[in-house]
């Protein structure tokens, strides 16, 4: 729920760019990060705006927030009833950015908000997706440290986007980009390989990293096994986008094999035994060819619903080029 304010005018110019930053019992960073934010982004002479996401606080985290946003219009306050975890958080953050380029950052200020400028030349340069590096990582060795690259090992051998900090969450987006990848679970950290489906241009830069000054963190080893999880909904999603008929037909060639040779069984032990069909292993093989058959026919629906999104969107390209192309005085008849 976005918490509006009277003076969040509508008179306000369309900012280019929007930051991003989930809040949970943070009461004691919502002021630094205001603060550090302003710092940053205010010589840069850009138009922006700050959107934080109370993620269910239980302290005065969201009472703060409101309370900035009273005082500067450039401010966004979205409040969830409970805790939802920080992706949920990032993509309701992001259905309420405005601007052309949006970055996410943690409300702990163990980003860097002065590294924003660095990222925005980068994205200027050409690129749809800037991921910070936390090379020199503040963090504890044994909890954060090594579970971290070992996952990022996994996550680049698995996704085939090699990522050296997934778990960063110091990114830069195009909105055109972001806004069109579904997030949810701990999803985040696997942006650019769910992006990976549309060719962006990714880059990775070197980001500073502090330890944390107030607050405990909410994250630790229990984390995993959603990663885990996630990881594999991801290669999946990668691996089935472009050609879901091939991979489901791959995915039929064993059943369509284990029902064969049940009914071929069944069917040569009747023939030259002359014993009677048994029906437990004819009704397995029935089972499995029909389960082949449907594998393949999901697998054709998959490509048509892919081919026919494909085509829509070559076609809304080319009315799009079209209107474009149109003499100025047609367009604004048509308006």
Known sequence: MLIEHPNQRADLPVPHLSVIAPLYNEEDNVDPLYAALTEALDPTGLNYEMVFVDDGSKDS?????????????????????RNCGQTAAMAAGIEYAAGDVLVTMDGDLQNDPLDIPMFLETIDSGYDIVVGWRFQRQDKLITRKIPSKIANWLIARVTGVPIKDNGCSLKAYRASVIKQIPLYSEMHRFIPAMASIAAPRIAEVKA??????????????????????????????????????????????????????????????????????????????????????????????????YNLGDMRDHEFARLTQKLRMRPAHVETQAQ
């Open 61 to 81: 985290t969201l009472a703060k927030a409101i309370q900035i946003a009273q005082n500067d219009p450039r401010v966004k306050v979205v409040k969830f009833r």
């Open 208 to 305: 500073r990293h502090h330890a944390r000054r107030f607050g405990k963190s909410k994250y630790g080893l229990s984390r995993i096994y959603k990663v885990l999880l996630d990881m594999l909904v991801i290669k999946t999603l990668a691996s089935f986008a472009s050609s879901p008929l091939l991979w489901f037909g791959m995915l039929a060639i064993p059943l369509l094999l284990a029902g064969t040779s049940l009914l071929g069984y069944v069917f040569m032990h009747t023939l030259l035994v002359g014993a009677p069909i048994s029906l437990p292993i004819a009704g397995c093989g029935v089972i499995f060819l029909t389960s082949a058959f449907m594998m393949v026919c999901s697998g054709a629906l998959g490509e048509l619903v």
